[in-house]
């Protein structure tokens, strides 16, 4: 089968697998249109939403509240968690001290934080991108540190004989030959970022997909619900099909067995 | 050659890891732009002399001088060349020549005009975009040894740099690495398994012995370039290197 034929069977797949979830959708709402709205009424309700604002906020400015956290929450969490990573990767002592407190953090799901940082921060908007950051945090510098450990032995031996200084070693071998690595972990902290910033809206917000779903219960609207939840997963595919280009263009070097 | 200034100097160079006595008083010298092979058997200690010569280990006894001073790789610039393709992956093939230059901050028109010579002795000016994934392995393995002469450096080791290649391209790019030296003045320093391949390449050959190893012979070979195999003269000294190794 020619690479174009396969392209078209492997969309034609991807639509057809869609429709069908649309038509379980369609199914299921239509025994029990009061709990479940259909689509039509979903699409209704998506229209009605940007005739009129909830919070007179637009739709898109709901999406973009909920961006600008993952945004900022993403930004902090690359710089912290590429940087310690790369030093965990490099130093073996880095790594003793550091992991361990990693570790026992890791398996704290970042919601069970939100407490906690209520408690410390109050409700406003640093503490929802402080959660982001931990839900973002963990995986770039996971994989960064693995990645970095695992930098083939040649490439290393080859920037000693050219006598690389560490800056050099680090710049020049093994940060490029890590980056596959860290743009995994990257694409990881996305995702899991886009989820915790859905939770963190859903305690207390005034803006964002999270507070239209909250909204939503709290008016029984069940279309509302629905709306927010589309646009969630939505959003949360074009992040990552973006990221994935991002990351072809980086990593163009790669190849592609 | 014999007025040919002397570039590096290997002095009693002995190395002990506890008991074992790896190399055992080596002294040879290099002119400066000489090309020299050394054959071995294997085992006789060869990646810990060629570690002792790229200052990744220390010998036990002995020193190594390059210019008349202690060989010190802050000061000196000594290349490598492995046996397995070594390559940036991802490093165009030009990056991966400029790397070296770009290490050492040589400034943006030097490295411009020393990638631009090396691509062009290598006849790479179609490929300079192309990614090491993009290659055959004998391209990236030429790409390296682009990357090596495209320094200067003050020795050039080469670990048996051909040892993947069919006889065909080895021929391909034994003619190729003369070319470079030739141009490029640099001095090599070649190992390699293969008395053909030693007899077609080197001015000199230095033979090791089985361990503890120390040199055997040292083998002039005095025949014009291009070499042919078919030679008589080129016969007769492969011969003579030949019978050398049978000897261990």
């Known amino acids: 089968m020619k690479k174009n034929q396969i392209k078209t069977r492997d969309m034609l797949l991807s639509a057809l697998s869609i429709l069908g979830l649309i038509a379980v959708w369609f199914l299921v709402s239509n025994s029990k249109p009061d709990f479940f709205p259909t689509p039509m009424a979903t699409i209704e309700r998506l229209i009605r939403l940007i005739e009129k604002p909830v919070m007179k906020i637009s739709i898109l400015g709901h999406v973009l509240a909920s ?161 927010a939840m589309i646009l969630i997963g939505v959003v949360g595919a074009l992040l990552s099909a973006v990221f994935t280009l991002i990351e072809r263009k980086l990593c163009g070097w790669m190849s592609k067995e | 050659m014999e007025n040919q200034e002397i570039k590096v100097q290997v002095n009693h160079l002995t190395k002990r890891f506890g008991d074992l006595l790896v190399l055992n008083d080596i002294s040879f010298n290099i002119k400066k732009g000489e090309f020299v092979c050394i054959v071995g058997p294997t085992g006789c200690g060869k990646t810990t002399f060629l570690n002792l010569l790229t200052r990744l280990i220390d010998p036990t006894e002995g020193e190594i001088l390059i210019d008349g001073e202690p060989a010190d790789p802050k000061k000196h610039s000594i290349s490598f060349v492995f046996q397995e393709p070594s390559a940036f992956p991802w490093l165009t093939a030009q990056q991966n020549i400029e790397y070296g230059l770009r290490i050492k901050k040589k400034s943006s028109e030097e490295i411009a005009a020393q990638s631009e010579k090396i691509i062009g002795l290598l006849g790479l000016e179609k490929y300079r975009n192309a990614y090491p994934h993009e290659m055959s392995v004998s391209m990236e393995q030429r790409v390296v040894i682009g990357r090596a002469f495209a320094l200067n450096p003050d020795l050039l080791l080469m670990d048996e740099p051909y040892g993947q290649m069919d006889i065909k391209m080895r021929y391909y790019l034994e003619d190729e690495v003369i070319r470079l030296w030739q141009a490029t003045g640099s001095t090599v320093l070649f190992i390699t398994h293969n008395l053909e391949e030693a007899t077609y390449l080197a001015e000199r050959v230095l033979i090791l012995s089985n361990k503890p190893a120390n040199i055997k012979a040292n083998i002039n070979v005095d025949l014009p370039r291009p070499r042919k195999v078919s030679d008589p003269e080129f016969i007769k000294i492969r011969k003579e290197i030949t019978d050398m190794i049978k000897w261990w």
């Open chain 1, 67 to 227: 961006l600008k956290r993952v945004v900022l929450a993403l930004i902090a969490a690359i710089i912290l968690g590429v940087g310690i990573g790369l030093f965990m990767g490099w130093n073996k002592k880095v790594r003793a001290a550091i992991n361990p407190i990693l570790m026992a953090l890791r398996p704290i799901p970042p919601i069970a934080w939100i407490p906690l940082i209520i408690l410390l921060f109050g409700i406003g908007e640093f503490p929802k991108v402080l959660l982001v950051f931990i839900g973002a945090f963990f995986p770039i510098v996971m994989n960064t540190m693995s990645g970095v450990a695992l930098v083939e032995d040649m490439y290393l031996k080859v920037g000693k004989i050219y006598k690389a200084n560490t800056a050099q070693m680090l710049r020049h071998v093994v940060f490029p030959a890590a980056m596959p690595a860290i743009l995994a972990g990257i694409k990881i902290a996305i995702s899991s970022g886009w989820m915790v910033v859905v939770a963190a809206e859903m305690l207390s917000s005034k803006s964002g997909l999270g507070f239209l779903i909250n909204r939503g219960r709290d008016s029984y609207d069940v279309a509302l619900i629905m709306v």
